[in-house]
Antibody, heavy 119, light 110 residues
Framework: EVQLVESGGGLVQPGGSLRLSCAASGFTFSNYWMHWVRQVLGKGLMWVSRIDTDGSETTYADSVKGRFTISRDNTKNTLYLQIIGLRAEDSGVYYC????????????WGQGTTVLVSS | QSALTQPAPVSGSPGQSITISCTGTSNDVGGYNLVSWYQQYPGKAPKLLIYEVTERPSGVSNRFSGSKSGNTASLTISGLQAEDEADYYCCSYARNNIWIFGGGTKVTVL
């Protein structure tokens, strides 16, 4: 079964850091681009970041540049999102999603992991 | 990186057709045929409905269809059913290798 499972979320104080993980199974992880998408509770989706198949190219939304780092370990079939300098507005559910590239589109999503930034 | 513009809640009666628009710019929706649409139920992960403007993944009902004209993409749901009550989001690839989502549209089946 094709599956993505996120972990690593939790309650963090402002200014703190966190590393989210996304474990992939059931498909050849290294063949796919991967994305992180955030959703504030009760609000819409916001694209956060994308990484290419071997990790050599990454892109970020302007609002997270410099604080978020996306990476992947194809030997462990795992995607990561390192976040530093956490702010209240970073709170939300973080989803990882698979992108076949051709065709374009996020075709498989994880269940999400929740990050709450609060003192 | 402003969100793509989607309408406020949309409603329809069972059996009707509804259309959700998604307006961007020439730097995103209008510049690429890389618009996708997602359905999301409360508390659940989004599900891909349409990719590359008009294409449906296997297993997605043919009641869902996509189109684009200029800087505006559209999702049409035909033969509206109770199970279609959900939030719908468009997403477009944009210049400089980024992606932009729309603000979402809540669909209510009357």
């Amino acid at each position: 079964e094709v599956q993505l499972v996120e972990s690593g979320g939790g309650l963090v104080q402002p200014g703190g850091s966190l590393r989210l993980s996304c474990a992939a199974s059931g498909f050849t992880f290294s063949n796919y681009w991967m994305h992180w998408v955030r959703q504030v509770l009760g609000k819409g989706l916001m694209w956060v970041s994308r990484i290419d198949t071997d990790g050599s190219e990454t892109t970020y939304a302007d609002s997270v540049k410099g604080r978020f780092t996306i990476s992947r370990d194809n030997t462990k079939n795992t995607l990561y999102l390192q976040i530093i300098g956490l702010r209240a507005e970073d709170s939300g559910v973080y989803y990882c999603a698979r992108d076949p590239v051709i065709p374009d589109g996020m075709d498989v999503w994880g269940q999400g992991t929740t990050v709450l930034v609060s003192s | 990186q402003s969100a793509l513009t989607q309408p406020a809640p949309v409603s329809g009666s069972p059996g009707q057709s509804i259309t959700i628009s998604c307006t961007g710019t020439s730097n995103d929706v209008g510049g690429y045929n890389l618009v996708s649409w997602y359905q999301q139920y409360p508390g659940k992960a989004p599900k891909l409905l349409i990719y590359e403007v008009t294409e449906r993944p296997s297993g997605v009902s043919n009641r869902f269809s996509g189109s684009k004209s200029g800087n505006t993409a559209s999702l049409t749901i035909s033969g509206l059913q109770a199970e279609d009550e959900a939030d719908y989001y468009c997403c477009s690839y944009a210049r400089n290798n980024i992606w932009i989502f729309g603000g979402g549209t809540k669909v209510t089946v009357l």
